[in-house]
T-cell receptor
Framework: QQQVKQSPQSLIVQKGGISIINCAYE??????FPWYQQFPGKGPALLIA?????SEKKEGRFTISFNKSAKQFSLHIMDSQPGDSATYFC????????????FGQGTRLTINP | GAGVSQTPSNKVTEKGKYVELRCDPI?????LYWYRQSLGQGPEFLIY????????DSGLPNDRFFAVRPEGSVSTLKIQRTERGDSAVYLC????????????FGPGTRLTVL
């Protein structure tokens, strides 16, 4: 059973535009929601993370919006740059099941110059 | 400082063979995780160590998969009687402790079973 659903699978944005990636989860026990960025041949790297006690978190050009009642969260990349071209994964973890992360299927983001 | 390292970076083996994949976590990190990432998919959890013990092995797909961390640092993922379906990138991650710490991933080992 897929517990974190991510969309879209791929996304093309013009340089300077806003990239938006969405995730939905099912397990209400999840209480930690990170976003990871992965470049080809590399492991995922943490980009930004949020807990459900806040509805938004911003770090530089990256913002997470969180909607607890809808069980949805999204990543917004402002002023997207060609160097942002990568695969992005949302993830979730909860108090049970140790610290294991449940990942979405990923979004391949391409920023056109 | 040094990040998580994994060896080998690539491993090609034949169906039925035994393989070992190694993970060197960030020095001082007590928590260590193994994930498996199939092509075009997100990583899937396999096993989590806190110190030397496997705190959660619920993600291991079957008894052909086994992992150890005898001294609480380096970990080895062992796969017996490999099958073509085991082909994937095996990722290792570590974090400082038991709290909700950031998981730092290594570059992965790409396993190909012919």
């Amino acid at each position: 059973q897929q517990q974190v659903k991510q969309s879209p699978q791929s996304l093309i944005v013009q340089k300077g535009g806003i990239s938006i990636i969405n995730c939905a989860y099912e397990n209400t026990a999840f209480d930690y929601f990170p976003w990871y960025q992965q470049f080809p041949g590399k492991g995922p790297a943490l980009l930004i993370a949020i807990r459900p006690d806040v509805s938004e978190k911003k770090e530089g050009r990256f913002t997470i919006s969180f909607n607890k009642s809808a069980k949805q969260f999204s990543l917004h990349i402002m002023d997207s740059q060609p160097g942002d071209s990568a695969t992005y994964f949302c993830a979730a973890s909860g108090l049970t099941g140790a610290q294991k992360l449940v990942f979405g299927q990923g979004t391949r983001l391409t920023i056109n110059p | 400082g040094a990040g998580v390292s994994q060896t080998p970076s690539n491993k090609v083996t034949e169906k039925g063979k035994y393989v070992e994949l190694r993970c060197d976590p960030i020095s001082g990190h007590t928590a260590l995780y193994w994930y498996r990432q199939s092509l075009g998919q997100g990583p899937e959890f396999l096993i989590y160590f806190q110190g030397t013990g496997a705190a959660d092995d619920s993600g291991l797909p079957n008894d052909r998969f086994f992992a150890v961390r005898p001294e609480g640092s380096v970990s080895t993922l062992k796969i017996q009687r490999t099958e073509r379906g085991d082909s994937a990138v095996y990722l290792c991650a570590s974090s400082p402790g038991q709290g909700r710490d950031t998981q730092y991933f290594g570059p992965g080992t790409r396993l190909t079973v012919l």
